[in-house]
Structure formats: C-alpha cells, structure tokens
C-alpha cells in the first residue's frame, strides 16, 4: 500500500521558518504567540497567523536572520524577566 502522505511539509516549511513572519515573541511564536504576514503580496490583508500556520508563499529565512530574531527575543525576555523582579521588590512580594 502507498503512503499518500509521504509529502507532506507543514512541520519544516511553515510561517516559523519563513522570512516574511513577524512574531510579536519570538521565543513563544511556534503555538503560544501569534503574528503578522509581511509577504508583499499578502501584507494587505493583515493576516494574523501563528508559527504553524503555512501557506505556499513560503520562502525560508536565512540562518543569520534566524539567529538574529532568536538572540533578539532572548535579550526582550530578560529585559522583561528584570523588570518583573524590579516591579515585585518595590511592592514587598519578592525576597
């Protein structure tokens, strides 16, 4: 018997890998986060969508750029992270 979906590629080539995804976080945009479509021809549509969402406009970003947005978000969660510790000293709820 043949397998019908031997090609199936959502899990590799879907809007997590795409150049034209912007995440509002990063670190959580694969399903905790949503997005904005920043292909030009879909741009107009201000289509929302999450990490694992795919379409066949896919067009894959470039490892530097990858690991650009992912150093971006770590240093967004820990300017965030410092914050939250700040917040909690000045209201007596944190040691």
Known sequence: MEK???HITWQGENC??????????????DLLERGKCAHPSLVRFNLV?????W???????????????????YKKDDEQQ????EE????????
Do not use: H, T, W
């Not at 969508?49 to 969402?53: Q, T, Y």
């Not at 379409?55 to 978000?73: H, Y």
């Open 4 to 6: 019908s979906n031997k």
């Open 16 to 29: 997590l890998l795409c150049k034209y995804f912007i995440p509002n976080d990063v670190l959580n945009a």
């Open 49 to 53: 969508v999450s990490g694992r969402d």
């Open 55 to 73: 379409c066949n406009l896919f067009s894959e970003m470039s490892d530097g750029r990858r690991e650009k947005l992912i150093q971006e978000g």
């Open 82 to 85: 410092k914050k939250l510790i």
């Open 88 to 95: 909690s000293k000045k209201i007596g709820n944190f040691d």
